[in-house]
């Protein structure tokens, strides 16, 4: 994997680091972009992991996009309106559809500011949880620009449409009580229990067969967008397949049992 993401791993779970803590882990190189969307792929081919966390080196979780390359118009930003607009898709965009194609449910360790793009990339997590001293702010009109990279789908879907609006019209900063307040984050933790209580969350979804927690975390991300009909029809399928696999046999004589179960991952 690239530097930008420090990669570890503790049986099935995996922690992902963004690692530019002197750019406040700013995303604005394809490289950056290129790097997430690999890790995504393949955590998602890799049928061991079951689960992930991701946070940030240093102080901040993500700060976004870098301003000094806005200011400068390098990078992403350079160019005529026609090459910003491929360039975005080119690019930061790539991040939502290869989170919300990874199907190893993901865990944000939101360890300092998720600001802009950084708050987007919270969001494209399952789970969120933050540090005390975390803010967020979905800031980009205090900079003249819009959300760029899908925040107006995925904020309004995390918090809801009035709190979302409130956040991106006025740019406005929350700090973390507030985050727990609107349902952004599920808790908040001393910072030196952050990741820890992250990894405690990540292995609790990966003591669950992989096979589950993979059909789950798809079915919750179709649902957003599915009448009740066509998700019942896809939860059919799902479940259909779910009960030919011996973790799920397994699973139910543990059960009757009063045992603890042995999954295998089949």
């Known amino acids: 994997m690239d530097d930008f993401l420090l990669v570890e791993r503790d049986g099935a779970v995996v922690t992902a680091t963004l690692n530019r803590p002197d750019e406040r882990n700013a995303i604005s190189e394809q490289a950056h972009i290129e790097a997430i969307e690999r890790f995504c792929a393949a955590m998602t081919t890799d049928r061991g992991v079951k689960a992930v966390v991701l946070t940030g080196a240093g102080t901040a979780f993500c700060a976004g996009g870098n301003v ?26 790539r991040i939502p559809m290869a989170l919300y194609e990874l199907e190893v449910p993901v865990i944000a360790a939101i360890n300092g500011p998720a600001i802009g793009a950084g708050l987007d990339l919270a969001c494209m997590c399952d789970i969120r949880i ?45 700090d973390a009580a507030r985050a727990l307040d609107y349902g952004l984050v599920s808790e908040i933790t001393p910072p030196d229990r952050l990741l820890a209580r992250a990894r405690e969350i990540a292995a609790r ?61 089949r």
Do not use: C
């Open 68 to 93: 000094k390359s806005m200011r400068d118009r390098a990078g992403m930003f350079a160019g005529s309106p026609l090459d910003l607009r491929n360039q975005y898709r080119a690019g930061i965009q």
């Open 130 to 174: 933050a540090a005390e001293g975390a803010i967020f702010a979905e800031s980009f009109v205090k900079l003249g620009i819009v959300p760029g990279d899908g925040g107006a789908w995925l904020l309004p879907r995390v918090i809801g449409m009035a709190r979302a609006s409130l956040m991106t019209l006025t740019g406005d900063a929350i």
């Open 205 to 265: 979804v990966a003591a669950n067969p992989g096979h589950a927690t993979r059909l789950a975390k798809r079915l919750l991300r179709e649902g957003q967008d599915m009448k009740l009909g066509p998700l019942l029809e896809l939860s059919a399928a799902y479940q259909a397949l779910a009960h030919h696999t011996a973790d799920h046999e397994e699973a139910v004589a543990a059960f009757l049992e009063k045992r603890p179960p042995a999954f295998t991952d």
